[in-house]
């Protein structure tokens, strides 16, 4: 079993929806959790860095972890074309740790 | 944010030579910088992680002799696939921590794409 999971979709929604994206964990150790979004043969790009439980809101995202569920979730509000690419959660323990990435979901907003 | 480069962003080598790729912190000094591998439609998987002035870190199952990393430098860091083969091919990306952001975030570079016949 991975210690990251993540529904690799693929997702397709209509441009203004809301887009949930989720991850779950098995290891409690997991402190702090990020998402990346990576287009096409690019590298990843942070979107959104939280440590331990909580929301955080950064425009039209927001990042949500529930460490008693060792799940973690990225909302997009107001999708647009320009999001659609492919997002990767990841996690480590240590803040100078090694991260420990999901498979990615792949993520299509039609216009 | 911090910015990452990476050279080539696209090679094409023979079976059996070897290929560098370089890996650069363009406006930090990057202590540690990792290198990752992705396949199509799959994550990313960490190979090694460097270390500036010290030997690299590989991750099990990753054979050290063939991917060869070098960090001579605390803006530079190297990663040479020697005697390169077809199963080889794939989309490497590096990247570099930020010693100056209290996260420890990690800036990716742009990849890149190496394709061995």
């Known amino acids: 079993q991975k210690e990251v999971e993540q529904d690799p979709g693929p997702l397709s929604v209509p441009e203004g929806a809301i887009v949930s994206l989720n991850c779950t964990y098995s290891?409690?150790?997991?402190?702090?959790f990020m998402w990346y979004r990576q287009y096409s043969r690019k590298g990843p790009e942070l979107l959104m860095y939280t440590y331990s439980s909580g929301n955080k809101e950064d425009g039209r995202f927001t990042a949500q972890v529930d460490k008693s569920s060792k799940y973690i979730s990225l909302f997009i509000r107001d999708s647009q074309p320009s999001d659609s690419a492919t997002y990767l959660c990841?996690?480590?323990?240590?803040?100078?740790?090694?991260?420990?990435f999901g498979d990615g979901t792949t993520l299509t907003v039609k216009p | 944010g911090a910015v990452v480069s990476q050279h080539p962003s696209r090679v094409i080598c023979k079976s059996g030579t070897s290929v560098k790729i370089e890996c650069r912190s363009l406006d930090f000094q990057a202590t540690t910088m990792f290198w990752y591998r992705q396949f199509p439609k799959q994550s990313l998987m960490l190979m090694a992680t460097?270390?500036?002035?010290?030997?690299?870190?590989?991750e099990q199952g990753v054979e050290k002799d063939k991917f060869l990393i070098n960090h001579a430098s605390l803006t530079l860091s190297t990663l040479t696939v020697t005697s390169a083969h077809p199963e080889d091919s794939s989309f490497y990306i590096c990247?570099?921590?930020?010693?100056?952001?209290?996260?420890?975030?990690?800036?990716f570079g742009p990849g890149t794409r190496l394709t061995v016949t």
């Open positions: 460097s270390n500036e002035g010290s030997k690299a870190t590989y």
């Open positions: 290891n409690s150790a997991f402190q702090y």
């Open positions: 990841a996690m480590r323990t240590t803040n100078a740790g090694k991260s420990t």
């Open positions: 990247s570099a921590r930020d010693p100056r952001e209290k996260t420890y975030e990690q800036y």
